[in-house]
């Protein structure tokens, strides 16, 4: 089911902007916060405005549950509509990310992309990954994970395997 284009608005106001400075997104925000902002918070509000940008104008739902960034990015690369260089240079900037600002910033064109495409991820583990980038032991995990995912080996999926030539 779409969200309303109304919520999907407010939900997009929040780019470029900080955590709890934006009040058309306090109704979509669940994270506790006793007045503060917290790195959950934070993670919740890059989360939501991703997700408003990346639904925009997509009849399908771009959330999906397991559908995780490393392989959304995989798909991204492997799409034919953008270089696949072009892609590495991107995904590897987001990576390469050492603040959470930073991060969403590059994500930001990424999830454009990614709506080009019509590729979905999962918005509940994005923002844990991103409620994990504030802390440099599980930005590892993070960076791991993604990563491994982006690099899985497989063979396109429009391309035949090989043929054994024994």
Do not use: C
């Amino acid at each position: 089911m779409e969200p309303p284009g109304e919520d999907l608005a407010a939900l997009r106001s929040g780019l470029g902007h900080t955590a709890a400075t934006v009040p058309a997104l306090w109704p979509f925000y669940t994270s506790p916060t006793d007045g503060q902002v917290t790195p959950e918070l934070e993670a919740e509000h890059a989360a939501l405005s991703l997700y408003g940008l990346h639904q925009q104008s997509q009849r399908r739902p771009m959330h999906k549950p397991r559908a995780s960034v490393g392989e959304a990015l995989r798909a991204l690369r492997r799409s034919d509509r953008f270089s696949e260089e072009a892609v590495d240079r991107r995904v590897a900037a987001a990576v390469n990310a050492t603040s959470v600002p930073t991060l969403v910033y590059r994500l930001r064109g990424l999830v454009t992309q990614l709506r080009t495409i019509g590729q979905p991820l999962d918005y509940d583990r994005l923002l844990r990954d991103i409620k994990d980038w504030h802390y440099p032991e599980s930005r590892r995990r993070v960076r791991r994970s993604w990563g491994l995912a982006y690099h899985t080996w497989g063979s396109r999926p429009d391309t035949e395997a090989p043929v054994n030539a024994s």
